[in-house]
T-cell receptor, first 115, second 114 residues
Framework: SAVISQKPSRDICQRGTSLTIQCQVD?????MFWYRQQPGQSLTLIAT?????????ESGFVIDKFPISRPNLTFSTLTVSNLSPEDSSIYLC????????????FGPGTRLTVT | DAKTTQPNSMESNEEEPVHLPCNHS???????IHWYRQLPSQGPEYVIH???SNVNNRMASLAIAEDRKSSTLILHRATLRDAAVYYC???????????????FGKGTHLIIQP
């Protein structure tokens, strides 16, 4: 298993600013993912972040809006840029060790409110 | 991606078994069936996964139909702490070892009555 922490746990930001979310894992993992969960909705995959390569974004998500860093095998950041109220969501990171046949472990999420 | 269909909500009584169904009629031969659950105000939690055979672990059992077009997650003795949204997710296995993220549907909101 893997233990994942996220910082901050919640934040309130003004529109037009940016928020950087940190995801820290207690062990080295190859695969890391970022998800968004809008109020009352299910989770939507934003991007896959593997160490040593550029993040791969899902349809509807672009690097300019959601830049991701993955400097090593235990850490990643997601920045949500140029915030608007529509960005108010919970952002979650997850990790996987078994390359598609095992389980993903999720962080507790970061609750972002944009005013 | 192959799609799953689950009931929006189900209700059960505490200490009774719960059977959560999932239909996936367009499943391919390389798709694994995964189940996750999300407790209130928490990130999703892995429950179980399988390919063809029924699977058991300490949390639940997974019964997979012979034609693989449906599956059932079984909680043998529900407690109030099992109240959550349960997601049935198909996941393709890549022969090269890569993987995509998870595609979450709406899931089943399980309500446990004391």
């Amino acid at each position: 298993s893997a233990v994942i922490s996220q910082k901050p746990s919640r934040d309130i930001c003004q529109r037009g600013t940016s928020l950087t979310i940190q995801c820290q894992v207690d062990s080295q993992v190859t695969m890391m993912f970022w998800y968004r969960q809008q109020p009352g909705q299910s989770l939507t995959l934003i991007a896959t972040a593997n160490q040593g390569s550029e993040a791969t974004y899902e349809s509807g998500f672009v690097i300019d809006k959601f830049p991701i860093s993955r400097p090593n095998l235990t850490f990643s950041t997601l920045t949500v840029s140029n915030l608007s109220p529509e960005d108010s969501s919970i952002y979650l990171c997850s990790v996987e060790q078994d390359r598609g046949v095992g389980e993903q472990y999720f962080g507790p999420g970061t609750r972002l409110t944009v005013t | 991606d192959a799609k799953t269909t689950q009931p929006n909500s189900m209700e059960s009584n505490e200490e009774e078994p719960v059977h959560l169904p999932c239909n996936h009629s367009t499943i391919s031969g390389t798709d694994y069936i995964h189940w996750y659950r999300q407790l209130p105000s928490q990130g999703p939690e892995y429950v179980i996964h399988g390919l063809t055979s029924n699977v058991n672990n300490r949390m639940a059992s997974l019964a997979i139909a012979e034609d693989r077009k449906s599956s059932t997650l079984i909680l043998h003795r529900a407690t109030l702490r099992d109240a959550a949204v349960y997601y049935c997710i198909l996941r393709m296995r890549y022969s090269g070892g890569g993987a995509d993220g998870l595609t979450f549907g709406k899931g089943t909101h399980l309500i446990i009555q004391p």
